[in-house]
């Protein structure tokens, strides 16, 4: 069974672009949840979806960034305009109804 | 508010020493407990887990996690690592009441355990 994948696994982008990360979660988890880790501190969360639906967004730091996922499957966060702060760690994860989150590898982002 | 503390950010140890990874959870509603591990160029993996019963819980690979309601704790202890232990390990929370229905993860700082030979 494939695990959460991520795309890419690296992005360097200058400050004021736009970039898109995708997350695939496994095949039949409702539940998807991006986190994002700056250099050095902690995972945090940035929000939840069930199915297609926001569940919880209330980690979003502003309104420069953009979630959504289509038809309850994939999702994608978008970035726009980047700025330096943003780069960091983004993590998906996926799960099913009482189950632990299954993590991706991430996507390591750098806004120079 | 809930927050989770990882005192040590690093943990340099020999092969077959013992070793602990403190952590410390604050929070005003019940918790369960979570412990990740990231090898390197990997995601993040669950190492074990704490949501009822026996407050000592055991992973495959020879972790065990106790949990300490009156301290608030959750210290992960290995007797004797290898050298395939070195990571990056992440204790995490989730509010019990919204557990099942998937609820977030708050996570410790991390910490890097390196396994010297």
């Known amino acids: 069974e494939a695990g959460v994948t991520q795309f890419p696994s690296h992005s360097v982008i200058e400050k004021g672009q736009t970039v898109t990360l995708r997350c695939d979660p496994i095949?039949?988890?409702?539940?998807l949840y991006w986190y994002r880790r700056v250099m050095g501190k902690e995972i945090k969360f940035l929000l939840h979806?069930?199915?297609?639906?926001?569940?919880?967004e209330s980690g979003m730091p502003n309104n420069r960034f953009l979630a959504e996922r289509t038809g309850g499957t994939y999702s994608t966060l978008k970035v726009q305009p980047a700025e330096l702060e943003d780069s960091g760690v983004y993590f998906c994860?996926?799960?099913?109804?009482?189950?632990?989150?299954?993590f991706g590898q991430g996507t390591r982002l750098t806004v120079v | 508010a809930q927050s989770v503390t990882q005192l040590d950010s690093q943990v340099p140890v020999f092969e077959e020493a013992p070793v602990e990874l403190r952590c410390n959870y604050s929070?005003?509603?019940?918790?369960?407990l979570f412990w990740y591990v990231q090898y390197p160029n990997q995601g993040l993996q669950l190492l074990l887990k704490?949501?009822?019963?026996?407050?000592l819980v055991e992973s495959i690979n020879g972790f065990e996690a106790e949990f300490n309601k009156s301290q608030t704790s959750f210290h992960l202890r290995k007797p004797s690592v290898h050298i395939s232990d070195t990571a990056e390990y992440f204790c995490?929370?989730?509010?019990?009441?919204?557990?099942?229905?998937?609820?977030?993860?708050?996570f410790g700082q991390g910490t890097e355990l390196s396994v010297k030979p």
């Open positions: 994860a996926s799960g099913g109804i009482r189950t632990e989150a299954f």
């Open positions: 095949s039949g988890h409702d539940n």
């Open positions: 979806f069930v199915k297609e639906s926001k569940q919880d």
């Open positions: 929070s005003s509603v019940s918790v369960y």
């Open positions: 704490y949501l009822s019963g026996s407050t």
């Open positions: 995490a929370v989730i509010l019990a009441p919204s557990y099942n229905q998937g609820g977030k993860l708050i």
